[in-house]
Nanobody
Framework: QVSLVESGGGLVQPGGSLRLSCAVSGGNFRRYAMGWFRQGPGKEREFVAAITWLGSTKYADSVNGRFTISRDNDKNTLTLEMSSLEPEDTAVYSC????????????????????WGQGTQVTVSS
């Protein structure tokens, strides 16, 4: 059974940086397209970033240029590097996986993903 476990959340000041990780176990990581989503207080879940198994990426406009998604297919790990953080980035961040059998497609809707982690809290506040 495939499991996704996020880590790296915490409290950071505005303008600061944080790195989130998502460890994937129990499956062939290369067969999955991966994504990061977030849900802020009182808000719906929203797309943050996505990556194909080969490393093509897509970002939400709100984070483009500040966040970087990457993956290590040998270590079964997905990463989200976040910089220039703003209070509006405060949310629970979750990683998600879609089994795509080496497809090059990118997915930005929560309904496209089959597997989810439990989420990690990111709070941006002074």
């Amino acid at each position: 059974q495939v499991s996704l476990v996020e880590s790296g959340g915490g409290l950071v000041q505005p303008g600061g940086s944080l790195r989130l990780s998502c460890a994937v176990s129990g499956g062939n990581f290369r067969r999955y397209a991966m994504g990061w989503f977030r849900q802020g207080p009182g808000k719906e879940r929203e797309f943050v970033a996505a990556i194909t198994w080969l490393g093509s990426t897509k970002y939400a406009d709100s984070v483009n240029g500040r966040f970087t998604i990457s993956r290590d297919n040998d270590k079964n790990t997905l990463t989200l590097e976040m910089s220039s953080l703003e209070p509006e980035d405060t949310a629970v961040y979750s990683c998600a996986a879609r089994e795509t059998y080496y497809s090059g497609n990118l997915y930005s809707e929560p309904g496209h993903y089959q597997l989810w982690g439990q989420g990690t809290q990111v709070t941006v506040s002074s």
